[in-house]
């Protein structure tokens, strides 16, 4: 954990034997005072990863406002922060990929899932949103009440959802196996070309169903890989896709059995959390 200083870099200091910025980072969380920064960088280096903090307005790149910028990193480019800040949402759901530097052109980018455990990271962890626990902050959790027959409370799916940076997530999840379906939308400015985001998602879908061996099928503007059951499996029958809507990038994902057998609340779902773009 460190505190870096433009100031100090820009005249050949050594800040506590780091200088590794400019660079980009993962932002997870800005806070008024630095005892506080600190602190929360102490929790975010618990987790073994490279932790600094910030005072915003040192940096021209960043948005100028006076507070305590807490994150990890620094990468190489956005793309490899965009893909770190997968991992974070867990904890900081409006977590984000910024560039920390002297120049004054702002440069951000979402939480981007570029292979299949990044797409995991999108949903929120089924351990905190059952057994009476508490879902991760940020997340707004409803239970689900189906009209049809009597069901039992542990049968009764779970409706997460979250609106991050850039992201809309929606997330059905089940106590037994986790999550059943989830849809991830990134929102993107009408004037933003969301086209080479497309291609590379569409490109690793693609590899990813080629390896598995998997049903790959694909149309104009989306591609879509099918798992096909298999009960050795402990998650089997799964489906994930990329869609290219005319303002938004939306990434889905199924899991429609489970040791072969279909989840306890799935029938309980509503048609329309299961319905497909394409």
């Known amino acids: 954990m460190r505190f870096v200083s433009l100031a100090l870099l820009l005249s ?11 660079g980009c980072v993962v932002a997870c969380e800005v806070l008024p005072g630095e005892e506080q920064a ?27 406002y006076e507070g305590w910028l807490v994150y990890h990193g620094p990468y190489e480019d956005e793309g490899q922060a965009a893909q770190a800040a997968c991992d974070l949402l867990w904890r900081y759901p409006d977590c984000y990929a910024v560039f920390v530097g002297p120049e004054t052109v702002r440069r951000t ?8 455990k990044d797409m995991r990271e999108l949903m929120p962890p089924p351990l905190s949103l059952t057994w009476g626990g508490e879902p991760p902050p940020g997340w707004r959790v409803e239970d689900s009440h189906p009209d049809v027959g009597m069901v039992e409370e542990w049968e009764q799916p779970t409706l997460a959802r979250s609106v991050d940076f850039g992201w809309e997530i929606e997330s059905w999840v089940d ?11 990134y929102k993107t400015e009408p004037a933003e070309d969301i086209a080479e985001l497309y291609d590379s998602v569409a490109g690793f879908i693609k590899r990813f169903g080629e390896e598995a061996a998997s049903r790959i099928e694909q149309g104009d503007g989306w591609v879509a890989v099918s798992l096909d059951r298999d009960p050795e499996l402990r998650e089997s029958d799964i489906e994930l896709w990329v869609y ?7 990434f889905g994902w199924s899991i429609r059995s489970f040791y072969g057998e279909t989840p306890y609340s799935r029938p309980y779902i509503p048609e329309e959390a299961r319905e497909r773009p394409f």
């Open 175 to 185: 106590p037994y196996v986790g999550t059943v379906e989830m849809r991830a939308v």
């Open 38 to 64: 600190e602190e929360l960088a102490a929790d975010l280096e618990s987790y073994h990863l490279e932790t600094g903090y910030l005072w915003i307005p040192d940096w021209p790149s960043l948005s100028g």
């Open 244 to 250: 290219r809507h005319s303002d938004a990038l939306e």
């Open 12 to 22: 050949g200091a050594c800040v506590l034997g780091f200088t590794d910025l400019p």
């Open 109 to 116: 980018a979402p939480p981007t899932p570029l292979n299949i």
